[in-house]
C-alpha cells in the first residue's frame, strides 16, 4: 500500500472542502458554538448555592459530548468526501488509475478524518480554558487537563470519529445525496445521546472505567464495519452495485 | 495488445457480454459499435480493469486483467475517457489533471510538461486556472480526455467521446484522436458515430451483447451486398434487356426507364453493360453507382440480431 496516494487523494478532497462554504461551515460553526456555549451554561451554574457536584457532573457530561461531536462532524465530511465523488460521478476515472481499493479508501478516511479532529481538538481546547476560566473560583482548582478529557480525546473521540466514516461508506453505497447520508447517520449516533442522558442524569458516571468500556466497544464496532466497509468498497461493487 | 478470449460478464441473470473474442492489434483504432445497452461501457470497463469478468479471459499488453497484481500494471499503461467525465468541478483545470498525474505516479517535470502540452493542444492553456464547473460541456470533454493522457498511456480506452458535443468541439476532438492515431496509440473507441468510425478506425466490431461482425470498414461495407450499378434510360426496352440477360449478370432489377444491376467490379463491369446497353439502341442518361455504407452494415448485423 503507497500511503503517499491516500495522501494525495485527501489533499484533493482538503482543496474540495476549502471551496464548499456549506462544508466549511457545518465543520467550524457547531464546534464553536459548543466550545463557546457549553462553558456559558456552566457559568451559569455556578450561580446556584453549593454548586460544585452539580458543575463536575456537567463538565464530565459535557466533556463526553466530544464524542458525539466527532460522530457527526466525521460523518459530514466522510458523505461529501466519498458521495460527492459519487455524484460528481468521478469515481470512474479515480478507479482506473492503477491506485488499490485500500488507498482509495484510507485516502477517503484521512480526508474526513483528520479535519475534523483537528477542529475536535481545537473546540475542546477553547472549550477547557473557558469552563476553567468560570469554574475555578466556585470548585477551587483547575478541572481540565484531567485523565479523563485525555482519556476521550485521545482514544474515543477517534474511534468514534472512524466509526463514522466506516458507516459514511456503507450508507454512501446506497444512497445518492448528501443530505439523505447526513440523516441517516444522524439516525445513527442516537446510542451515543443515550448514554449522554445517563450522564447528564448521574446514572452513569464519566470514570475511567466507563470511558474505557465506551472506547472498546467503540473499537469493536469499528473492527466489524471497517470490514464491511472494506467489502463494501471495491471497484467491482462501487461500479455495478453502488446505487 | 488488447485481447479477448469468449469474455463474458453476467449480472445475476443478465448477460451483459457474451463469449466476446477479438484481437487489436499495436496502433491500431479499433472501433466498437453497438446500441444503448449492448454491453459496450461493460465491455470497455473490463478491459480497463475496473470490473471483474465473468467468464473467459482479456489480456492488455499481455497482462490478465483478472489478476490484480497485473490489472494495476494495466492501469498504468491505460487512459479512459469515460461516458461521463467525472471531473472536480472544485478544483481548476489545471489541479484536475496534477491531482491524475500524481495517481498516475508521473515525476513532477512530467506532470508539468504533459499538462501544459495538452492543455495547449486542446486551447485549454489560458483556462488552466479556472474552475471545471464554469467550463462549457466540450471545454470538460477536451480536458477529461487530456486527463486521460495525462501518463502517456500506451493504449485509450474513450467511451462516446464526441457524444452531445457541438459539431466543432466535435471536430476538435476527433482531429485529436485522429493526431493520437498518428502517433501510433492503440485506440479502442465505443462510439454510436457511424461517420466517426469509418473516418477514425482500422478496424471496427459491431456489437450488441455478442459480436455480430468484425472487420476494416471497407470489409463491413462489403459484406452487406455487392456494389449496384443504377442506369437511368431515355426508354427500356426489350432488345435492351435481353442484351443484358447476354452479359450473364447476377441480378438486374427495372424500374421504369432505371436499371439497377448487382455488379462484382464496377470499374470493369460497368463499361460493358453500357456498351452492350448503346449496342442495343438504347440511349443512356446517367450511370451511378450505389455502395453500402457502414451504416447499412450496422443496420444489418444489429437487427439481425433481434
Known amino acids: ?243 | 495488445m488488447i485481447d479477448a478470449e469468449n469474455l463474458t460478464r453476467k449480472f445475476g441473470d443478465l448477460t451483459a457480454v457474451d463469449k466476446l473474442t477479438f484481437h487489436i492489434k499495436e496502433g491500431e483504432v479499433f472501433g466498437f459499435l453497438g446500441p444503448n445497452g449492448a454491453g459496450k461501457t461493460t465491455t470497455m470497463r473490463i478491459l480497463a480493469c475496473l470490473i471483474s469478468k465473468t467468464n473467459g479471459e482479456a489480456r492488455i499488453a499481455g497482462y490478465d486483467v483478472s489478476d490484480e497484481a497485473d490489472s494495476l500494471k494495466i492501469r498504468k499503461i491505460v487512459g479512459l475517457l469515460p461516458e461521463n467525465v467525472g471531473l472536480y468541478d472544485d478544483l481548476t483545470a489545471y489541479k484536475n489533471l496534477d491531482f491524475y498525474g500524481k495517481l498516475y505516479e508521473c515525476s513532477e517535470t512530467q506532470r508539468k510538461e504533459n499538462i501544459e502540452h495538452f492543455l495547449r493542444l486542446l486551447g485549454l492553456w489560458d483556462k488552466r486556472e479556472v474552475l471545471v464547473g464554469t467550463f462549457s460541456k466540450g471545454m470538460k470533454q477536451k480536458l477529461a480526455i487530456a486527463r486521460a493522457l495525462i501518463h502517456d498511456p500506451e493504449i485509450l480506452f474513450l467511451d462516446e467521446p464526441t457524444a452531445n458535443l457541438d459539431p466543432e468541439s466535435s471536430k476538435t476532438v476527433r482531429d485529436f484522436i485522429l493526431d493520437l492515431k498518428k502517433e501510433k496509440k492503440t485506440i479502442f473507441l465505443n462510439t454510436h458515430n457511424l461517420d466517426e468510425a469509418h473516418r477514425i478506425c482500422d478496424k471496427i466490431g459491431i456489437f450488441n451483447t455478442k459480436l455480430m461482425a468484425i472487420g476494416s470498414p471497407e470489409e463491413l461495407e462489403g459484406s452487406v451486398w455487392s456494389n449496384k450499378t443504377i442506369i437511368q434510360l431515355e426508354q427500356m426496352n426489350d432488345k435492351i434487356l435481353k442484351a443484358l440477360n447476354d452479359l450473364s449478370l447476377n441480378n438486374i432489377r427495372t424500374d421504369n426507364n432505371k436499371l439497377i444491376i448487382d455488379v462484382m467490379n464496377p470499374e470493369k463491369e460497368n463499361p460493358i453493360i453500357v456498351e452492350a446497353i448503346v449496342g442495343a439502341g438504347g440511349h443512356v442518361q446517367y450511370v451511378t453507382r450505389l455502395s453500402p455504407t457502414l451504416e447499412d452494415a450496422y443496420l444489418k448485423f444489429v437487427r439481425g440480431n433481434k
Open chain 1, 1 to 243: 500500500m503507497k500511503l503517499w496516494k491516500s495522501w494525495v487523494i485527501a489533499t484533493k478532497d482538503f482543496s474540495i472542502f476549502r471551496k464548499k462554504k456549506r462544508i466549511l461551515y457545518t465543520l467550524i460553526i457547531l464546534p464553536l458554538l459548543i466550545s463557546i456555549g457549553l462553558p456559558i451554561i456552566i457559568s451559569f451554574m455556578t450561580q446556584i448555592d453549593n454548586p460544585t457536584t452539580e458543575i463536575i457532573s456537567l463538565l464530565n457530561a459535557f466533556s463526553y459530548f466530544y464524542i458525539i461531536l466527532a460522530f457527526i462532524q466525521s460523518s459530514t465530511l466522510a458523505s461529501y468526501s466519498i458521495l460527492g465523488e459519487k455524484i460528481e460521478q468521478s469515481l470512474e476515472p479515480l478507479l482506473a488509475t492503477p491506485t488499490t481499493d485500500s488507498e482509495l479508501l484510507f485516502g477517503k478516511t484521512i480526508a474526513s478524518f483528520l479535519p475534523c479532529i483537528g477542529v475536535i481538538y481545537a473546540s475542546s481546547i477553547i472549550f477547557m480554558i473557558l469552563s476553567d476560566a468560570v469554574t475555578y473560583n466556585t470548585i477551587g482548582y483547575l478541572f481540565f487537563p484531567n485523565l479523563s478529557i485525555a482519556f476521550i480525546l485521545l482514544l474515543a473521540v477517534p474511534l468514534s470519529s472512524i466509526l463514522s466514516i466506516q458507516l459514511s461508506v456503507i450508507i454512501s453505497s446506497r444512497v445518492n445525496d448528501v443530505r439523505t447520508a447526513n440523516q441517516l447517520g444522524s439516525l445513527l449516533f442516537i446510542p451515543f445521546i443515550g448514554v449522554y442522558l445517563l450522564l447528564v442524569t448521574n446514572v452513569i458516571s464519566l470514570n475511567i472505567i466507563n470511558l474505557f468500556v465506551i472506547s472498546i466497544v467503540l473499537f469493536l464496532i469499528d473492527a466489524v464495519l471497517f470490514y464491511i466497509s472494506k467489502a463494501i468498497f471495491r471497484r467491482d461493487e462501487i461500479l455495478t452495485k453502488w446505487k
